[in-house]
């Protein structure tokens, strides 16, 4: 029974058997943390120094970049960006859609 246990608890992402495996998982996950968002920052930089014509070519404006509270996290300013952009391709699909009907 505790063998069966053992190997359902194996097949889950966040099991570790030992205190060291569970302190070297939660190191990972803090490091990849930090990355996403010095890759956010990094992102959101390069994105800031775009002109209107590529911004558009993402999906995105200058008025969305303009519109982010800088109170907010490199990582939540992206996030929203990207919603922006799927929020403008969604409805440029539709356009599309409803010009060939």
Known sequence: M?????????LGDDFAASPAERLLAT???????LRRARLAR???RHLRRLDARLLDDLGLSP???AALDPELSALE???????????RRAARSAEE???RV
Do not use: C, F, P, Q
């Open 97 to 99: 859609r409803w010009a």
């Open 2 to 10: 505790r063998d069966a246990a053992l190997m359902i608890a194996t």
């Open 27 to 33: 190191l990972t996950r803090a490091v990849a943390s």
């Open 42 to 44: 990094r992102h959101l």
């Open 63 to 65: 008025e969305d970049l």
């Open 77 to 87: 300013a992206t996030r929203r960006l990207a919603e922006a952009a799927a929020r």
